[in-house]
T-cell receptor
Framework: DQQVKQNSPSLSVQEGRISILNCDYTNSMFDYFLWYKKYPAEGPTFLIS?????DKNEDGRFTVFLNKSAKHLSLHIVPSQPGDSAVYFCAASARFTGTYKYIFGTGTRLKVLA | ETGVTQTPRHLVMGMTNKKSLKCEQH?????MYWYKQSAKKPLELMFV???????ENNSVPSRFSPECPNSSHLFLHLHTLQPEDSALYLC???????????FGPGTRLTVT
């Protein structure tokens, strides 16, 4: 049972346009969401996060939107740059009594075309 | 050294070998994690340590044995592994549990 899903394995966008990466989750107990970027042969790098008490968080060219009722979050990159080409993972976390969950999606490979 | 480092970067071992993966974080963080990434699968959280105490073991087989001697170091001891254990093993740390994690470059493990 995949609790965090990224249904698009890949996405191609023209340089300068907006990239929109999507992520869906199933467990309403998740209360913190994060996006990571991964280049080949490197570990993931933290990009931006959002708490469940917010619906938007912005950091430069990156904005994350959270729709709790739809259990959906998205990452917007604008304008997209060739250096943004990487695999993007969303992650959801929650602390439950007696256990801890930190679940990653399967990733979306973004290619920004020059 | 800065950030999170992992050694070795590549490891080939037979099914009867015993080896250890090492992770070190230079960020002053309180939580450390081991992940497994297999081909075409999401990152799987294996173990979580907070202030040197294990807080999560996600049904990982006993042939994987973690050790956290202090808040800066994390080990993953491996013994009698199976070929399906071949994967990229990533270590990460965070200031506190649940926060943004900083990852090392990973160890590419091949079990023959």
């Amino acid at each position: 049972d995949q609790q965090v899903k990224q249904n698009s394995p890949s996405l191609s966008v023209q340089e300068g346009r907006i990239s929109i990466l999507n992520c869906d989750y199933t467990n309403s107990m998740f209360d913190y969401f994060l996006w990571y970027k991964k280049y080949p042969a490197e570990g993931p790098t933290f990009l931006i996060s959002i708490s469940s008490i917010k619906d938007k968080n912005e950091d430069g060219r990156f904005t994350v939107f959270l729709n709790k009722s739809a259990k959906h979050l998205s990452l917007h990159i604008v304008p997209s740059q060739p250096g943004d080409s990487a695999v993007y993972f969303c992650a959801a976390s929650a602390r439950f009594t007696g256990t801890y969950k930190y679940i990653f999606g399967t990733g979306t490979r973004l290619k920004v075309l020059a | 050294e800065t950030g999170v480092t992992q050694t070795p970067r590549h490891l080939v071992m037979g099914m009867t070998n015993k080896k250890s993966l090492k992770c070190e974080q230079h960020l002053g963080h309180n939580a450390m994690y081991w992940y497994k990434q297999s081909a075409k699968k999401p990152l799987e959280l294996m173990f979580v340590y907070s202030l040197e105490e294990r807080v999560e073991n996600n049904s990982v087989p006993s042939r994987f044995s973690p050790e956290c001697p202090n808040s800066s170091h994390l080990f993953l001891h491996l013994h009698t592994l199976q070929p399906e254990d071949s994967a990229l093993y990533l270590c990460a740390s965070s200031q506190d549990l649940g926060g943004e994690q900083y990852f090392g470059p990973g160890t590419r493990l091949t079990v023959t």
